[in-house]
């Protein structure tokens, strides 16, 4: 299972490259193996659309079964909201000795931030607003634990063409335990051609455009914005005189 990181090339580790490299077959969504057609060539390519996950895990374990060296590519890292957790279900299932390895990828939540400035200094939770497996009773729930405990909250999945309405509810929870001044980073299509970053306020983060090609990083209490970055401080403001430390005292 290999990470393909966000985007292109640039963004792929040593380690993913070779993995595909050394591989006789590589399966993935189709989206995301249009993003390394370099890495193709020679390959013998299985691809298909979103709602194939189980088939695409169920056909890599089979091809490996019968001796392939099979790469099963997913966008960002394959332990995040992709396809590690399901290949290792269906293989217990299968009762499959196979050898199976996780090539981690730099993750959307990585990408994003870096675009922002700094938003994920501090604890942070992750949290998908799709429904498709997780009922949205339970999405609220863990939605209003990470509100309410201050966490900075990174939201996958925040809008669909069908699902438009749980971003709206998502803010409306998040506004009940912070500001509408809070900082709000919206970016999509992390470090690809068609990439946008906005950075606005929970107040306001409605009037830009959502995808579900975008993460939105909602800042917490202590969250601010600088020179169009988006930095949530790890506390050292709190701990040392940053001013008095000047250069030449850390020579010292």
Not at 9 to 28: C, F, M, N, W, Y
Not at 58 to 82: F, W
Not at 97 to 104: G, H
Not at 200 to 217: D, F, K, N, P, R
Request: proline fraction near 5%; charged fraction near 25%; hydrophobic fraction near 40%.
């Amino acid at each position: 299972m290999v990470g393909t990181g966000p985007g292109g090339l640039k963004h792929i580790t040593p380690a993913a490259l070779e993995a595909i490299r050394q591989s006789d077959t590589v399966v993935g969504y189709r989206t995301y193996l249009d993003l390394i057609p370099e890495l193709l060539v020679g390959k013998e390519v299985l691809s298909s659309e979103m709602m194939k996950e189980v088939e695409r895990c169920r056909e890599c374990l089979e091809l490996a079964a019968g001796g392939r060296k099979v790469a099963l590519v997913s966008g960002g890292d394959p332990g995040i909201y992709a396809m590690a957790g399901l290949v290792f279900e269906l293989a217990r299932e299968r009762g499959d000795r196979l050898r199976i390895e996780v090539i981690p990828g730099i993750a959307a939540l990585n990408a994003c931030a870096a675009r922002l400035g700094a938003p994920l200094m501090h604890d942070f939770a992750a949290i998908s607003l799709s429904d498709l497996l997780t009922p949205w009773p339970l999405i609220e729930k863990r939605l209003a634990a990470a509100a309410q405990a201050d966490f900075v909250i990174v939201l996958y999945n925040p809008k669909s063409r069908k699902r438009t309405e749980h971003i709206v509810k998502a803010r409306e929870l998040i506004l009940g335990h912070r500001g509408p001044d809070t900082p709000v980073g919206i970016v999509t299509g992390a470090t690809r051609e068609n990439e946008s970053v906005v950075l606005t306020t929970l107040g306001t983060m409605l009037t830009a455009e959502i995808t579900m090609q975008s993460c939105v990083i909602v800042g917490n209490s202590m969250t601010f914005t600088w020179e169009h970055c988006m930095v949530t401080p790890r506390g050292y403001g709190g701990k040392y005189d940053l001013l008095r430390l000047q250069p030449d005292m850390l020579r010292k």
